[in-house]
């Protein structure tokens, strides 16, 4: 199911909100405190992921049990304790927040 959404929404697409809120239904029956995480630069105007050869404004991603499941990550996620160095140029000029409800529309 994760790998099916993940194929749909592909890093060059730039539709993480979209993929994570299809993913957020699957990783709430596996935890029920996964929710969704923005990524954003702190003091810059954009974040660099290691692997796309993109800038994004954003990102978000799903936390669910110990791990971020996102189109970087693929279906069985990553750590989150190390998951910026891992994704990320510069993880350190990175904040990552929950996404709040009213906040959807706008990502």
Known sequence: MVEAILQRHPAESSECANAAQSI???AL???DTAHARIIVAENALYIQP?????R?????TVAVTEYHVDVLTGPDGFPQETYLEEYF???EAHTV??????EWATL
């Open 24 to 26: 957020l239904p699957t």
């Open 29 to 31: 029956e596996v935890d």
């Open 50 to 54: 290691k692997g796309p050869s993109r």
């Open 56 to 60: 994004w404004m954003h990102h978000v």
């Open 89 to 91: 140029h510069h993880p």
């Open 97 to 102: 927040r929950p996404v709040e409800p009213d």
